[in-house]
């Protein structure tokens, strides 16, 4: 909106001519989205107080959440969600399409994850939405997305899988690739986020940090100088995605704000599946799944420690961690929960600076 306003004023006023500019608005994004999660989260915080939204803990999970947490408020993930959209819509350019994709699927697994946060707090049970219901709204809305992507040309031109770290090497995907590897990328990652969302802070740093890494790869692929000289497939309108980037890092700096330990607010599945979601297809966007592999690392180390101990209790009665997710394996090991947040903080850090250096070695 701010970005279409003062496009009209530049031909008056030569000055409003630094929001044209994606690294400008990109800034003012980032701030935006912290100032309004930070004046908007007190309040929601006490809302969710009142009304009761409190989250329902695991009966079988480390003893000292259940009497440190129980009366901590859950959904906080709204409070991510308003401050992101509001700043994306106040600085990207609204008639990118890229951007209304991506919004559009952050906010269709927003609605997923509020309804499995309203059953479960209905409920008083951690279990909420059947696991079977919430993967097919996944893979329905996951599915859609893509297809709409592909249609519509805003992931590219051949659907191709592009291989980091070396030169003009890309695997063929077809139609048929692009949908179910794209699924994959979606839907895993918001399941992700969900299942490593376990511990004050532990999710939505990495978020961050990932968003950012994400961020430099649109901005470049939407730069037909640097996506040349980069070797990245020029995809035109992708630079409007580091906008959105950019709003997800304020927003997710505010939501620690309240998050960090000891908790003051949860995320809740509206929050780890919407942000989960927006990260998978942004990645998808600008074909660099490959390297959001590398750089979600800890998001997929939890996920699957997760399938292994399914796998591995179903076929032998036996465990492999003392339990999962990975987190909750090291609380049981005696690690404190503040040592294992900032641990796995370094290691995303350490994850999405490898990520990055894709952009110069191939």
Known sequence: MIYWLTQQGVPYFGALNIFSYVTSRAVFAVLTALAVGLLLGPRLISRLHESGRHQPLRDDGPQNHLRDKTETPTMGGALILASLFSATLLWADLSNRQIWAVMAITFVFALIGFADDRMKVSSGNSRGMPGRVKLLLQSVAAF?????????????????????????????????????????????????VNLTDGLDGLAIMPAVMIGGG???????????????????????????????????????????????????????????????????????????????????????????????????????????FLMAPLHHHFELKGWRENQIVVRFWIITLVLVLFGLAGLKIR
């Open 214 to 320: 994400l961020a430099v790869y649109a901005y470049a692929s939407g730069h037909a100088v640097f996506s040349e000289y980069l070797g990245l497939p020029y995809l035109p309108g992708a630079q409007e995605l580091a906008i959105f980037c950019a709003a997800l890092i304020g927003s997710g700096l505010a939501f620690l704000w309240f998050n960090a330990y000891p908790a003051e607010v949860f995320m809740g599945d509206v929050g780890s599946l919407a942000v989960g979601a927006a990260l998978g297809t942004i990645a998808v966007v600008v074909r660099q799944e490959l390297v959001f592999f590398v750089m979600s690392g800890v998001f997929v180390v939890e996920a699957m420690s997760v399938i292994l101990q399914v796998l591995f209790f179903k076929a032998t009665g036996r465990r492999i």
């Open 144 to 192: 859609a997305a893509l297809w709409f992507l592909l249609r519509a040309g805003l992931a590219g031109g051949e659907p191709v899988l592009g291989i980091p770290y070396m030169k003009d090497a890309h695997i063929p995907l077809g139609v048929a690739g692009f949908l179910l590897f794209g699924y994959c990328v979606i839907v895993g990652s918001s399941n992700a």
